[in-house]
Nanobody, 120 residues
C-alpha cells in the first residue's frame, strides 16, 4: 500500500530556514513526479514546488529563489528546503506523488501534512 510520510515541520522566525522531508513507500518512487503543496487556514491548497521523475523542477513565484525541492530515488525521499521564511509561508505542507501510466491511468497519493508556522 502506498504511503507518504512528511516530517520536519515546525515553527520559525522570519528569515529562518526549515527543511521538510517526505518518505514514500509502496510505490516505484523513481517513476513518480513529486510535489509539495501547502494550505493555509481558509485558503485553497496551492502548489509550491514540483520535481519530475526527470529531475526537472518548477516553483511557485511566491517561493522562487527561497525554496528548493530535491529528491533521492535511492532513499525514496523528496525534500523541500525553505529559506528566508516569511509569515505568509505559514501553512500545512503536503507531499504528493503522481504518475500517469502509458495507458493514461493516474496514480496519485498524498501525505498527511506537516505544519509550518512562521511567526510575524
Amino acid at each position: 500500500q502506498a504511503q507518504l510520510v512528511e516530517s520536519g515541520g515546525g515553527a520559525a522566525q522570519p528569515g529562518e530556514s526549515l527543511g521538510l522531508s517526505c518518505v514514500a513507500s509502496g510505490i516505484v518512487f523513481h517513476i513518480y513526479d513529486m510535489f509539495w503543496y501547502r494550505q493555509a487556514p481558509g485558503e485553497q491548497r496551492e502548489l509550491v514546488a514540483q520535481i519530475r521523475s526527470s529531475d526537472r523542477t518548477t516553483y511557485a513565484d511566491s517561493v522562487k529563489d527561497r525554496f528548493t525541492i530535491s529528491r533521492d530515488n535511492a532513499k525514496n525521499t523528496v525534500w523541500l528546503q525553505m529559506n528566508n521564511l516569511r509569515p505568509e509561508d505559514t501553512a500545512v505542507y503536503y507531499c504528493k506523488a503522481a504518475y500517469a501510466s502509458p495507458a493514461s491511468k493516474e496514480y496519485v497519493y498524498w501525505g498527511q501534512g506537516t505544519q509550518v508556522t512562521v511567526f510575524s
